[in-house]
């Protein structure tokens, strides 16, 4: 087993590493997209709740519109996760040196390290997902209910019922309420949790008794006032995020292949052998009577939906990331020191650390010289340098403006060059504060710039009565910090289009 001091020890480090790769990766599409969001504060925006944008705002103003001041709320709030998961652990198994492993086995997974690096929803639902479990584990360690119960009924003090409680454990219920309300706000995923919660109530004898207190109920009613901004939000706006996210129920036709992504793509994200050990955790704490039976259960609703939900359509790897601080310490739990698995319990985290340390080079300088990058797409590699040749159109005075349809496009655009002005002519519902163009600039000259795949000038051409003939735009692969290192036949094309006469005086939104 790992001493506790060693394990935490090696969290901090992680953070710290994590903190320097935010500072030094440029921004995913989807960072800057949550960060154009932040540019306009609201209670809501389509795809999500807003909590994402309230911290990216946070951060710019202390350290400007860079990669860093976008990412540093997740950098900070990994500190306070880790400890929500180091102390629910305590809490759940009972054991310090295992407590302290499952906060690093957590960070080391690439989940965490990539979620609690990378500025979108999943970093707020991480944060308020391990806060939750704390706050459970907590009101489960404080004694049993029936105890408390009794001893209250008796007129005895909740001191006395819990002496060595600083506070009487039905408290624990409205810190559980306030973390489900910031989950909310966050990402939708916390309703999984909600209905893991009161699972356990449900299942569990002794936890049973606290259905006929009023502490869960309050806890519910306190997260529905602390989402109540957004649900407000909602309403003024047709309630588009929840028909979004939503609507992906019940979609698509039964198909194994999805089924087989999504446990690939969990076994690459929690790494081969903290996976393992989280799966013999899940399943060694799945029984009646278990301490363990909490995180467990938490675990099982959403992971039976996403099972559920691979059958007929794709899952993306990210989704299930607010199960990852339950399943960390499941898998602490799992981890042996005698025994046929102890070789891997024991190489579980140096092999995890190895894993993650490949993909941080990887993204730094691309040493593999991988014909299909992911880390590159996901990164920009390839745009960088069309918004180079992009921004040099618009300073020589050849255009005055740059048409979009896409959000990706419009997105990094918007960060990497400031100066200028980028009109998306569709999907007005993301960008619903974002003001339209004056009708001056859409006279003026424009270019409409599309990744080749996405290219939708027929929808440009609808909407002016000028399309000239493109020019393609290709970046060499792999292009970062100055340094091209082309790959035949990798690289991402793009569409450049001059653009003129509109049909109509508003048309698209700046955001």
Known sequence: MIPRRASLALVVLLIVLRGVMAALLPLSADEAYYWLWSNHLAAGYFDHPPMIAWLIRAGTTLFGDTPFGVRFAGVVLSLPTSWFVWRAAAAILKDEDRAALAALLFNLTLMVSVELLAATPDMPSLVT??????????????????????????????????????????????????????????????????????????????????????????????????????????????????????GRI???????RFLGEFIAAQFGLATPLIFFLMGVGLVRATRLGSSRLLPALLVWVGLCYFLEHALHDRVQGNWPCFLYPAMAILAADAFVTKGPWRKVSMVAAPLAGLFLLAVYAQALYAPLAL???????????????????????????????????????????????????????????????????PPALLQGRLIYLAEFRRDQHQLVQRLFAYTGFPTQLQGPSGFYR??????????????LYPVGRPRASQIGRMP
Request: one cysteine or more; aromatic letters at 12%.
């Open 129 to 246: 997902s391990a806060a939750f479990l704390y706050c459970l584990a907590r009101l489960q360690a404080g004694g049993k209910c029936i105890a408390g119960l009794a001893a209250h009924d008796a007129g005895a003090s909740a001191a006395a019922a819990y002496p060595r409680a600083r506070i009487a454990p039905g408290v624990w219920w409205l810190g559980a309420g306030i973390a489900a309300g910031l989950g909310l706000l966050s990402k939708f995923s916390m309703l999984f949790l909600g209905a893991g919660a009161f699972l356990w109530l449900v299942i569990d004898r002794d936890a049973r008794r606290w259905l006929v207190t009023p502490w869960p109920w309050a806890a519910a009613v306190l997260a529905v006032a602390i989402f109540a901004p957004n649900l407000q939000w909602q309403s003024q706006h047709h309630w588009e995020t929840f028909a979004f996210q939503f």
């Open 250 to 256: 019940g979609t698509g036709q039964f198909n194994l």
């Open 371 to 437: 014909r299909k990058d992911p880390v590159a797409r996901l990164l920009g590699r390839d745009f960088a340098p069309v918004a180079d040749v992009t921004a040099a159109l618009v300073k020589a005075h050849i255009a005055d403006a740059v048409l979009t349809t896409d959000y990706e496009t419009t997105a990094w655009l918007r960060f990497t060059q400031p100066a200028i002005k980028v009109i998306q002519i569709n999907e007005a519902q993301r960008y619903s504060d974002a003001p339209p163009p």
């Open 482 to 495: 100055g340094k091209p290192a082309p790959i035949p036949g990798a690289a991402t094309l793009y569409m």
